[in-house]
Structures are given as structure tokens and as C-alpha cells.
């Protein structure tokens, strides 16, 4: 908080020296609070899962939460973790 006015989240899931996913929140201050997901490769949808899970426990004063992540990827991780689609992300893909 040294160098901005808000508090940033910040959330990983490891196993053994493996980073599998993260998941990063920056209060907006707006009716939908934005989550912003990164997983590489080889990572275990299952991990997104679960760490999605645990932030939306974690977040769960805020009204709105939506995950911005790149489309097509990991959708059944992040619907089994009771998200929806609502828009793609075209611009995060390289």
C-alpha cells in the first residue's frame, strides 16, 4: 500500500514447487468487483477450481465478483466453480 491507496489480493496455488494457478483482486469500488486469473499450461483446472472457490468464500462481502480470463480457457474449471460467461476476452490472448 506504499505506492497505491487500495489493497491488492493476491492468491496461488502450489503443489511441490509447481505454481498451478493465481488469482489476483483489486477493489474497483464499483458494483462488480473484478478477479483477474493466470494459469500456464500445465496447470490443474481442478487447482483453478478450488482457489476460485476459496476467493469467492474470501470476497464474499462484496455484491459482484467477475473473473476476467482469457476465453476458452479452463471454462469447465471455472463454471464448476460457479461462474458464468458473460463476454469473451479476445485482447488477453498473444
Known sequence: MLFMDFNIKQWAAVRGDDLLATLTWMPQGGRTEAIYGAAGTG?????????????????????????????????????????KPRRTLIWMRA
Open 43 to 83: 496447470s490443474d483446472p481442478e487447482a483453478l477450481t478450488q482457489l476460485l472457490i476459496h476467493v469467492r468464500r474470501a470476497l464474499s462481502n462484496r455484491s459482484t465478483l467477475a473473473l476476467d480470463y482469457p476465453a476458452d480457457e479452463m471454462v469447465d474449471a471455472i463454471m464448476a466453480a460457479g461462474f
